[in-house]
């Protein structure tokens, strides 16, 4: 099994930044990729980001481009999402979740999940 807890959520004005993490524990070993994803009230949980585990492959959706980045820490088992130029429309609750392979668009084939994080954005 692994754990993932992410942290770094909360209210931004729109055009501010936060950085969300996210640790891992358990069994390590066995993540290939983890992602991020978002959902609001009504709707279906959505791609924004993902990283290869061992490579520096990255993936975003097209609504982050130029503004998210992730990145990984290894050694601390710890992945990042670098939120920028944060929009009304970036508020949601922000699930990190990590993959036993490299397919990393699709929420059906991750393994595990976090608990998810709050972020607010107001206009």
């Known amino acids: 099994q692994v754990q993932l807890v992410e942290s770094g959520g909360g209210l931004v004005q729109a055009g501010g930044s936060l950085r969300l993490s996210c640790v891992a524990s358990?069994?390590?070993?066995?993540?290939?990729?983890m992602g991020w994803f978002r959902q609001t009230p009504g709707k279906e949980r959505e791609f924004v980001a993902a990283?290869?585990?061992?490579?520096?492959?990255?993936y975003y959706a097209d609504s982050v481009k130029g503004r998210f980045t992730i990145s990984r820490d290894n050694a601390k088992n710890t992945v990042f999402l670098q939120m920028n130029s944060l929009k009304p429309e970036d508020a949601a609750v922000y699930y990190c979740a990590a993959n036993k392979g490299v397919v990393v668009k699709n929420e059906r084939v991750y393994d595990y999940w976090g608990q998810g994080t709050q972020v607010t954005v107001s206009s």
């Open positions: 358990g069994r390590t070993f066995s993540i290939r990729s």
């Open positions: 990283i290869w585990w061992n490579e520096d492959s990255t």
